[in-house]
């Protein structure tokens, strides 16, 4: 594959750190984006001295439109030529039950996972037209199939992302562009200790007694999908661990 300019949101930790080491291990150059400046200067770190690979930061929060639009624009050269774009950012925040949740952080976690990809696409998607290549890769998640207990907003806002993807998918339909939606299952990250507010030990529950997946792992997922020749697309992949069925259903040991 020539080399590609990856811009990756949520890149300081998990899948989308995941990715940015698997983009640069293969030679990409990379844009990577995260709230956290201080774990993004680590991840740019390491992925220069590991791999020489060539990194910029862009440390927003992907909520702020006017913060994104003003990154991008002022991004140099032909960094603005953007190749590939993970829509990776997310989060969920409590497990409550819809009727009983926090609407404030309800709307933290809408707002990045749902409208802050859609801004991200609406930003760097023309200019994937314009020159007649791209991909956008949006994490989705086994979440977005089916609703479980304590998931109602998380479930719904992941339900979203396959919209979206499929409607940019249709929207983009007599162009080069691809479209992948990427549904991971159980992948251990910082993702559950944000889920159960910090609470270390819930969130360790969640992956007991059965291997999960990696950011690493999700990243082999999604570079297979960016590496295929221009012909195919990978339109979506649910992806799990072995011994887990459904967005419930996981045997352990
Ligand atoms: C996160 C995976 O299993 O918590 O998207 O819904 S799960």
Redesign the pocket.
Known sequence: MEKKTVLITGASSGIGEGCARKFAMNGHRLILNGRNQEKLKAVKQELEEKYRAEVLLLPFDVRNREVAEAALNALPGDWKEIDVLINNA?L?IGVDKEHEGNLDEWDVVIDTDVKALLAMTRLVVPGMVERGRGHVINM????GDYA?PG?SV??AC?AAVKALSDGLRIDLVDTPVRVTNI?????ETN??VV?FRGNKEAADN?YKGIRPLSGDDIAEVVYFAVAVPQHIQIAEVLV?PTN?AT?TIVSRK
């Open positions: 997310g969920v989705g998640s086994i979440a479980y998931g998380y479930c992941k549904k991971p299952g159980l992948v993702f559950s889920r969640v799990m887990q967005g």
